[in-house]
């Protein structure tokens, strides 16, 4: 179970057509609230994986009844006793409220309900209930804290109802993908749903503050793909195409994390092409800088030096240890020494890369040949 709960409108069985850098892109950043002027309490949980199953959590109360449930749970802050994927961790999230204890609704408020959802299945849905609750009571005043139970509320509804629409047009997905091609015409259709899903649950403001950002990751895929499909373009026009999609997108953490992305894509295809054809140190110091900028071009170079140095003492151990092997019968003796040149040649951190070290350089030479 994800602590920040997404719920992405590219069906999952249809993710592969994807290009990697989306992929990356979605998993890899997630925007950050600031430059509010409020009360703001954040902190970070760990993850766990897993499913939602929302049919029977607490909606407008009328499921539970609260004031009994927190007596019987015992909670006045909500984390007591918390279940065991949770311990350990800090609340993920944050509650903001302005200077006449009005309720500021941010994404993190989204990702606080999310770290307390995420126990379903360990915790009944009325204890969970109950600990958003006492937690939010316990940390805001009034009327933000029942400006804020209400969106909880309205988000369990919606979590509730968004299965339905994912698996509508999930199968159809898989029907309309035989071809290998994501369908775009389901996938618009599929969000004019979900958007009219969330106008039926929750006010503007918090449609905004709650998606709009993943709104932002999901049309920037979309259009990927949309580019990547489009067999009349070159490798070059697709990458110009990209390149100029970032551009128009509106200056905010969105398009910065999108931008360094393609630029860390960027980078690596053009690492790989100097590469091949020989580059300079030098050469691929100044390419590394026109992209990243001087620090992260100097740290590269520096890992470029720590990989060459560990290659060389990586070469030397395999060529000591088919010596070994090819040399005596005892296989016992033979892997005490190897273990011994394991320990002289490398750290601990470096002999755990051995085996998959080894794996990947195999696979290489097997491609080359």
Do not use: C
């Not at 793909?225 to 990458?239: E, G």
């Not at 100044?286 to 620090?295: C, H, N």
């Amino acid at each position: 179970m994800s602590n920040n709960r997404h719920f992405p409108l590219l069906p999952i069985v249809i993710i592969a057509v994807i290009i990697a850098i989306t992929i990356a892109v979605i998993l890899w950043f997630k925007p950050n609230d600031s430059g509010v002027d409020a009360l703001p309490m954040t902190t970070t949980a760990n993850s766990n994986d897993g499913e939602l199953d929302l049919t029977n959590m607490a909606g407008s109360n009328n499921s539970v009844s609260t004031s009994s449930n927190q007596d019987n749970a015992g909670f006045r802050t909500g984390l007591e006793n918390l279940p065991r994927s949770l311990q350990g961790t800090d609340v993920d999230g944050e509650i903001i409220i302005d200077e006449n204890k009005q309720l500021v609704v941010t994404e993190g408020l989204r990702r606080l309900f999310d770290y307390f959802l995420s126990a379903l299945g360990e915790e009944d849905e009325a204890i969970i209930y109950t600990r958003v609750q006492s937690y939010i009571r316990n940390h805001t005043p009034e009327p933000a804290a029942s400006q804020a139970m209400t969106i909880f509320d309205q988000y369990v509804a919606y979590l509730k109802a968004i299965p339905d629409i994912e698996n509508r047009y999930g199968n159809l997905q898989l029907q309309a993908t035989e071809n290998g091609e994501l369908d775009l015409n389901v996938v618009a259709q599929q969000k004019q749903d979900v958007a009219k899903l969330r106008q039926q649950h929750f006010e503007k403001a918090t449609i905004t503050a709650f998606f709009g950002a993943e709104d932002e990751y999901d049309d920037y895929s979309i259009e990927m793909v949309k580019i990547n499909q489009n067999q009349q373009l070159s490798d070059a026009q697709k990458q110009a195409a990209k390149q100029d999609y970032i551009s128009r997108m509106p200056d905010n953490t969105t398009k910065a994390n999108l931008t360094q992305q393609a630029n860390l894509n960027e980078l690596m295809s053009r690492t790989e092409q100097m590469r091949d054809r020989g580059a300079t140190v030098e050469e691929l110091y100044s390419m590394r800088r026109e992209l990243v900028g001087a620090p992260a071009a100097a740290r590269l170079a520096q890992l470029d030096q720590e990989d060459a140095n560990f290659d060389q003492r990586f070469n030397q151990y395999q060529a000591q240890k088919q010596r070994l092997l090819s040399q005596t019968n005892d296989k016992a003796q033979a892997q005490n020494q190897i273990n011994q040149i394991e320990q002289q040649l490398f750290n601990d951190a470096e002999r755990k890369r051995l085996a998959g070290y080894a794996a990947v350089q195999q696979q290489k030479m097997s491609n080359t040949n």
